[in-house]
């Protein structure tokens, strides 16, 4: 069974500094991997997502790398801001019925 | 990118209760999943709802308790039964990516359960 594992349970930055969210994962049989957003009490944003078949994807100030053959994903935030403070989820989908296995999640908080 | 729209979004309910929650998407998809986030924690895959055939549960999750219905493409009610204290969470709905593993899987705002 794919067990996700998300390193620190939370961290706290001044702002204006990169960072990054670890994600491991046990089985590296994946569809693909995604990392979400979720903001208190709202749903979840997509924010990259890499197929099996890449290293990496790169939006704005966020990219994401995928080693799928040690089980390891990380999220880079470049010159964060307060307004990124969220919980970030890892999320991996799996070759079958494709429905997503998550992580505990990072919560960060980026202070002004 | 789909658009999911779930009712309610949120409620208050009386133990021993059901309450059915509905989710509507604005396309036609093969795959909707039903999730559930416990206070504090992360989303755990509840159930996958098929066009057609039966709902496929995870282990640890019932059809007795939580039935679900997915009459055509685009719609799918998940149904919280003999609601007690530990069933209150957020209920989240999500469609599949139906065109390959470059799509990325969309999720409903959650509805926002508590029991009294």
């Known amino acids: 069974k794919q067990e996700v594992t998300q390193i620190p349970a939370a961290l706290s930055v001044p702002e204006g500094e990169n960072l990054v969210l670890n994600c491991s994962f046990t089985d590296s049989a994946i569809y693909n991997l995604q990392w979400f957003r979720q903001d208190p009490g709202k749903g979840l944003t997509s924010l990259l997502l890499?197929?099996?078949?890449?290293r990496e994807q790169t939006s704005g100030r966020l990219n994401a790398s995928l080693d799928k053959s040690s089980g390891r994903s990380t999220l880079y935030i470049a010159a964060s801001q307060p307004g990124d403070s969220a919980t970030y989820l890892c999320a991996v989908s799996d070759t079958g019925r494709r429905a997503l296995t998550f992580g505990s999640g990072t919560r960060l908080q980026v202070q002004p | 990118s789909a658009v999911i729209s779930q009712k309610p979004s949120r409620d208050i309910c009386q133990r021993g209760t059901s309450l059915t929650i509905q989710c509507q998407v604005d396309s036609q998809v093969t795959m909707m999943f039903w999730y559930r986030q416990q206070p504090g924690q992360s989303l755990t895959l509840i159930a996958t709802?098929?066009?057609?055939?039966?709902?496929?549960?995870e282990s640890g999750f019932v059809i007795d308790k939580f039935p679900i219905s997915r009459p055509n493409l685009t719609f799918s009610t998940l149904t919280v039964s003999n609601m007690s204290p530990e069933d209150s969470s957020i209920y989240l709905c999500?469609?599949?990516?139906?065109?390959?593993?470059?799509?990325?899987?969309?999720f409903g705002d959650g509805t926002r359960l508590s029991i009294l």
């Open positions: 890499i197929q099996s078949s890449q």
């Open positions: 999500s469609v599949g990516a139906s065109a390959g593993a470059s799509q990325p899987q969309h």
């Open positions: 709802a098929n066009q057609g055939s039966e709902a496929t549960y």
